[in-house]
DNA sequence: TTAGGGTTACTC
DNA sequence: GAGTAACCCTAA
């Protein structure tokens, strides 16, 4: 599995400002395994499609069925605002049912057998830590209200499920704050106090830079400087946020650092704060063609834009890059396709380069060739493709909020625009203000 | 990157 | 043919 997937699935997931992802059918398209190691992306996942729910004001028993998994996914101990969500979620999904006078008369002894027999009957047998005392008290005062009407009656008055709403919440700042930043964000976050730290060190860059091929002191944790060390000292396993990386997943990352470091290694004399700047943009454009990659291949297939047919990408088979590369940085302006060997020989030829330190010189990544917006053939039109409800509106949010600056509209709001270009939205704006 | 004029495809 | 929406080209 490809470690920017991992990361941007993560990074999706994670961006709650963006309303179209749905973690199941981003996972089910990357191919996620069940291994333990992906358990912070599974569990970023259910807190994501919990956090989807409540904006829906959805509490339902496909909430406990989230509260569930979450819990088995956490090895911890189980937090008394996880416990406090789910007794209070379990007690609105049997209110719900309590809507006729007689409660015999409804549905509420099916949800009774439904959800406190059988759901958490099964919770109680496998020893669950959601079983809590007063998640026992509820079940209790739920069953007795089928003969007591007034307990029936104070019942359905009582307001859960705004306690429900309140724990769910709580549960969810709770949990985000401990899985801590994004991979990205914690990459960006280490790369910038490590630019930081160089200016700090003034007249002496060969060994700021080594420093930063140090594993973090604080965390243990590789730091993106320096994984081509890491590669050498085989510790490359524990990248934070994804820590199921294979090796060929590390040798990618690598890729990237290798060729964003060949840009910025001929103008060490630029502001520290500059190069900051250009790995921060390739890293905007990296993560949006794989949005673009990812977004089709969760969206159906009726919503999705007929392939170009002389674009070699297949999107019936994995989205990860092919193993083979094609090299466009030669000088005879001719590509050709370039085996893992030759790339080492182009390692070979890079020492001295910098520092005179030895490292590999890795191809740099084949950019997708995957936007629907990207033209294959300049003589051929796009097809034509009018606006949906959803984009339009997204236009006059994103001009509400940035004015005409197209390219943040559409950065603001890729995922539903997608298939339009900054011209695009510049042209439907003209049509809407006329 | 954006603006503006032009082109194409479609409907009436 | 006019009107419209989406797309394309090019200059700044």
């Not at 960006?188 to 091929?213: H, I």
Request: overall charge negative; hydrophobic content about 30%; aromatic content about 6%.
């Amino acid at each position: 599995m490809e470690v920017m997937d991992k990361w941007v699935a993560e990074f999706l997931i994670r961006s709650q400002h963006n309303p179209t992802v749905s973690p199941t059918h981003l996972l089910s398209a990357l191919r996620f395994g069940d291994s333990d190691d992906c358990v912070t992306l599974k569990v970023s996942s259910v807190l994501r499609d919990l956090y989807d729910s409540l904006l829906r004001g959805s509490v339902d028993e496909g909430t406990l069925d989230l509260l569930e998994i979450l819990e088995k996914l956490q090895r911890s101990v189980i937090t008394e605002s996880h416990k406090s969500a789910y007794c209070w979620t379990a007690a609105e999904c049997t209110l719900r049912f309590m809507w006729p006078l007689d409660p015999l008369d409804g549905l509420f002894t099916d949800a009774l057998e439904r959800i406190w027999t059988k759901r958490i009957g099964s919770l109680k047998e496998s020893g669950s830590g959601l079983v809590s005392d007063e998640l026992v008290k509820w079940e209790t005062d739920l069953k007795k209200a089928v003969e007591d009407p007034e307990m029936y009656q104070r019942i359905r008055e009582s307001n859960i499920r705004y306690t429900a709403i309140s724990f769910l919440n709580q549960l969810l700042k709770e949990q985000w704050g401990l899985l801590g930043s994004s991979s990205l964000e914690a990459v960006a976050q280490r790369r910038f106090r490590n630019r930081k730290g160089e200016n700090n060190v003034e007249g002496d860059g060969v060994r700021s830079r080594e420093g930063l091929n140090g594993v973090d002191e604080r965390t243990g944790r590789m730091e993106s400087d320096n994984i081509d060390n890491s590669n050498e000292n085989g510790d490359n396993r524990d990248v934070e946020g994804v820590g199921c990386l294979e090796d060929d997943g590390i040798d990618k990352v690598n890729e990237q650092l290798a060729a964003e470091e060949e840009g910025t290694m001929g103008s060490q004399e630029q502001e520290h704060e500059s190069s900051l700047d250009k790995g921060d943009k390739m890293a905007a454009r990296e993560l949006k063609d794989y949005l673009l990659e990812i977004q089709r291949q969760i969206d159906p297939p009726s919503t999705r834009q007929v392939q170009e047919p002389n674009n070699a990408f297949d999107h019936s088979v994995n989205v990860t890059p092919q193993p083979s590369r094609v090299n466009r940085t030669g000088t005879s302006g001719q590509d050709h396709i370039e085996t893992p060997d030759n790339a080492s020989e182009k390692g070979s030829s890079s020492q001295g380069t910098w520092s005179g330190r030895v490292r590999p010189r890795l191809s740099s990544p084949v950019p997708l060739n995957v936007s629907p917006l990207k033209k294959i053939n300049s003589t051929v039109r796009r097809p034509k493709k009018f606006w949906t409800p959803e984009e339009v509106e997204a236009l006059r949010a994103g001009v509400k909020e940035y004015g005409k600056a197209w390219k943040d509209i559409k950065n603001a709001n890729p995922a539903v625009l997608a298939e339009r270009t900054e011209v695009d939205l510049k042209d439907k704006w003209r049509n809407l203000v006329r």
